[in-house]
């Protein structure tokens, strides 16, 4: 009798050891970071090569300023850094920007801003 009950147990403890190891340790559909920004030129680090993604196939929303946005709404602050700044004279079909407005490109879109009111004025 003890000797079916050590084998009883062993086996349950073992049982419960392969499973616990089998395990996922985490379920990458629910990753809360904040999706990063897609602005990414073709000769700088994509941003599923980044720490945070770790190549997360569940983390892919790509924000669509042509969609997402509206003109006079504010302008994500996310955004409004000189990494997505561009000169409006490099691009034939942009306009000169007025003064305290300025021209950042995101996903392919062109985006002026008003940097007083940190608003939306134009997309392309």
């Keep these: 009798m003890k000797k079916n009950l050590t084998m009883i147990t062993l086996s349950l403890s073992a049982l419960i050891a392969t499973s616990a190891m089998a395990a ?14 897609t602005h990414w030129n073709s000769n ?16 892919n929303h790509h924000v669509n300023p042509s969609r997402d946005w509206r003109v006079g709404q504010p302008f994500p602050r996310a955004y409004n850094s000189s990494h ?22 995101i996903n ?15 997309i392309i």
Excluded: C, M
């Excluded at 680090?45 to 997360?56: D, E, F, T, V, Y």
């Design 24 to 37: 996922p340790q985490h379920d990458p559909r629910f990753n809360h970071q904040p999706p990063a920004p």
């Design 44 to 59: 700088e680090k994509h941003p599923s090569q980044s720490h945070w993604n770790n190549g997360n196939k569940y983390n």
């Design 84 to 105: 997505y700044k561009i000169d409006y004279s490099d691009v034939k079909r942009l306009s000169k920007p007025k003064r305290h407005q300025e021209w950042f490109k």
């Design 108 to 122: 392919g879109d062109y985006v002026l801003v008003n940097s007083n009111k940190n608003t939306i004025a134009q």
